[in-house]
């Protein structure tokens, strides 16, 4: 793959606090030998309240950026306070469908790469902080540390809201999914159920289910390499109708669809929602960050994450939305049955759509079957992630000290509970219809998304800054980005203006709708809140770049590489 500019030169210089940065550049067929350290040494890295070990290996970090990180960290991890954003996962699976809906193949396909390259500036900007200081929750840590106490406040409430929110939206999309075979239990019934089953598995099953998510999530790398080759293989003649059908849908009905309006008007209408799909579906790198302060030799694993998760989640996103464009074409009825109207019966994915055009047996229900886990298995995730992101923000005095409590099994038993009274607006389900519920849920976490990639950005320009004001060349850093500051601009501009651009529909002449207006432009007010609240609190201050500190915790990861031992895997 392409450097894709956060790589580390070939230069021999020692960085800052000692440690060679010529060993970042070996070739990541080396990956497999980086070993464990023991766990006191480990621990020695860790800051007094942070008990996290360093056990995770490079080959579990690019499971983590394509996977998740939130399905892996539970099985290594004893004592963890946050986890990671979501990636491959239901967003790619039938949610995208939404989008083909409004826009035609031809802007989801332009949508997502653009949106790509967004992602990429963040993932730099990340990279150059992450692997200077790689410690645990960096991005949220580092907005306070960086900018402001209060910003990293309104950055850690942020991310917790956002875990929290995708918990109904997962619901809401199983109970979408359900339908496709029968709709004799009732939505509120089925919501119920879900909701039941993720507290009794996070207050009593914790221990046990970890590993079933590492597998999980394994599983659905697997399913998204096959839905690209079946795109491929039944595109070329490969199906039962031996239907050579190539990008016939690109030409009928088009590849670019109109919506809210007729003409160029309704073509730019049909880009903007998927742009706002691809903003909501394409992960970012908060999830391999996360796992930073666990992580084995981070400054030689970390930079090899960032760049082959890169690598391979781009070709998921960008290749699974071409091909989603190429097996079914946007006017599909049996599409619109299933995402405007709900209607039971109806095939939520794209990919099972296909499968019943082309009279493809068994397949459509193992893949709806497949997809169904996946959905189940990530909102059972994001109640414990968002449960731990709460529990963290307690620990920290950042919210009531009742939620620190736990039960004998050390689970935080109020934050649960907590998560689970959000989780309650999947109820909205009942009375609303899915596809009106899954907007909005898919508007508030793509708001609170593009708000936590704004801030990584923004905390990038203040670290950069306070780094030349100290008098610390970044070309003594374990990695230096390239373009910068300018990606960082580009990146926080992009995401910005999306996040204003996220509810555009409400502003379209005969399309106002206070719901909608309201899921959309929560978070827009909810993060100045939150970060004014504090400032008033606790009379907190902008930090001058000559006060940041970037000294803290640094001479303990350059101890730990310097005395780093590699030792074959066990």
């Given at each position: ?373 996946a959905a189940f298995s990530a909102g059972n995730s994001y109640v414990y ?186």
């Amino acid at each position: 793959m392409a450097s894709t500019g956060f790589e580390a030169s070939n230069r021999e210089k020692l960085g800052p606090f000692g440690g060679s940065n010529a060993s970042l550049t070996k070739d990541v067929e080396a990956d497999e030998k980086v070993a464990a350290a023991s766990p006191s040494e480990s621990s020695s890295l860790k800051p007094g309240h942070d008990h996290t070990h360093r056990r995770l290996k490079s080959r579990h970090i690019q499971l983590i950026g394509i996977g998740g990180y939130e399905l892996l960290r539970m099985t290594f991890l004893e004592q963890y306070i946050d986890c990671g954003q979501r990636t491959i996962g239901t967003a790619l699976f039938v949610q995208i469908g939404q989008a083909l809906i409004q826009g035609g193949p031809g802007s989801l396909f332009l949508a997502f790469t653009i949106w790509c390259t967004f992602i990429l500036a963040i993932t730099i900007c990340t990279a150059e902080m992450v692997t200077y200081l790689p410690i645990s929750s960096p991005f949220i840590r580092f907005a306070g540390r960086f900018v402001d106490e209060a910003f990293g406040v309104a950055a850690g409430y942020n991310f917790f809201v956002l875990q929290a929110m995708l918990v109904p939206f997962e619901v809401v999309a199983c109970n979408l999914i359900i339908h496709y075979w029968s709709d004799i239990v009732p939505a509120g019934g089925m919501i119920a159920i879900i909701l039941f089953l993720y507290g009794l598995i996070n207050v009593f099953a914790v221990k046990w289910y970890g590993e079933s998510e590492f597998w999980l999530a394994l599983g659905k790398v697997i399913l998204a390499v096959g839905l690209i080759l079946y795109t491929f293989i039944t595109m070329v003649g490969g199906n039962p109708l031996k239907d050579k059908y190539g990008f016939r849908y690109w030409k009928d009905p088009g590849s670019f669809g109109e919506v809210y309006s007729t003409g160029s008007l309704g073509q730019f209408c049909g880009f903007m929602a998927c742009l706002v799909q691809a903003s909501f579906t394409v992960a970012g790198p908060d999830y391999i960050s996360m796992a930073a302060g666990e992580v084995e030799n981070p400054r030689t694993v970390m930079p090899r994450a960032y760049n082959k998760a890169f690598g391979r989640l781009m070709a998921f996103f960008v290749l699974g939305s071409l091909c989603v464009g190429i097996v079914v074409p946007y006017d599909s009825q049996e599409l619109a049955d299933g995402f405007k109207d709900g209607a039971p019966g109806a095939a939520a994915s794209p990919y099972v759509i296909s499968m019943n055009r082309l009279r493809i047996q068994v397949l459509p229900d193992i893949i709806n079957v497949l997809v169904l886990s996946a959905a189940f298995s990530a909102g059972n995730s994001y109640v414990y992630c968002a449960s731990r992101s709460l529990f963290g923000l307690a620990l920290e005095g950042r919210a009531p000290k009742v939620l620190t409590r736990c039960t004998r099994n050390g689970v935080p038993i109020y934050c649960v509970l907590l998560v689970l009274v959000i989780s309650l607006l999947s109820f909205l389900q009942v009375s609303n219809g899915t596809a009106k519920v899954l907007r909005w849920f898919v508007s508030v976490i793509t708001a609170s998304q593009l708000i936590n990639f704004t801030v990584i950005a923004f905390t990038y320009t203040r670290f950069k800054k306070a780094c030349a004001a100290q008098g610390i060349s970044r070309d003594s850093l374990p990695y230096k980005g390239m373009l910068q500051p300018y990606l960082a601009w580009y990146a926080m501009a992009g995401c910005v203006f999306m996040t204003l651009a996220n509810g555009f529909p409400v502003f379209i002449k005969g399309n106002w709708k206070t719901a909608n207006f309201f899921f959309s432009y929560t978070m827009v007010g909810f993060f100045p809140a939150v970060y004014i609240l504090w400032k008033l609190l606790r009379g907190t201050k902008v930090i001058k770049p000559e006060e940041v500190d970037l000294h803290q915790d640094v001479e303990e990861v350059e101890e730990y590489t310097r005395n780093f031992t590699p030792t074959p895997s066990r």
